[in-house]
């Protein structure tokens, strides 16, 4: 088992940047892939990055959030960030991180393939 809990969320203006933290329990989390998606007031919820269990800690991102966003993790801390600069204002959304794929084969662009979810943080990002 596997708990998620997402921080650093907040409002900020258009340009700004905020870091989101999101903090792992259980013995599985270190070797889990884990990703951030969001969830913006009626839109389905998007695919935002990627990270891997990896000692090559591959990253992937959605191609809107490309040179803007970073992801990272400290697996002595059991923590997943990700760092997100330039903010636009269609940026804001409930943040949510995700780990641990159902399936090696999983396609990690899609919500229902992971098999644990924090609370989410919202982001709001005003111009």
């Known amino acids: 088992q596997v708990q998620l809990v997402e921080s650093g969320g907040g409002s900020v203006q258009a340009g700004g940047s905020l870091k989101l933290s999101c903090s792992g329990s259980?013995?599985?989390?270190?070797?889990?892939?884990m990703v951030w998606f969001r969830q913006a007031p009626g839109k389905e919820r998007e695919w935002v990055s990627l990270i891997n269990s990896d000692g090559t800690t591959t990253t992937t991102y959605t191609e809107s959030v490309k040179r803007r966003f970073t992801i990272s993790r400290e697996k002595f801390k059991n923590t997943v960030y990700l760092q997100i600069n330039r903010l636009k204002t269609e940026d804001t959304a409930v943040y949510y991180c995700a780990g641990c794929l159902w399936s090696v084969y999983g396609d990690h662009t899609s919500p229902a393939n992971f098999r644990y979810w924090g609370q989410g943080t919202q982001v709001t990002v005003s111009s």
């Open positions: 259980g013995y599985m989390f270190n070797s889990c892939r």
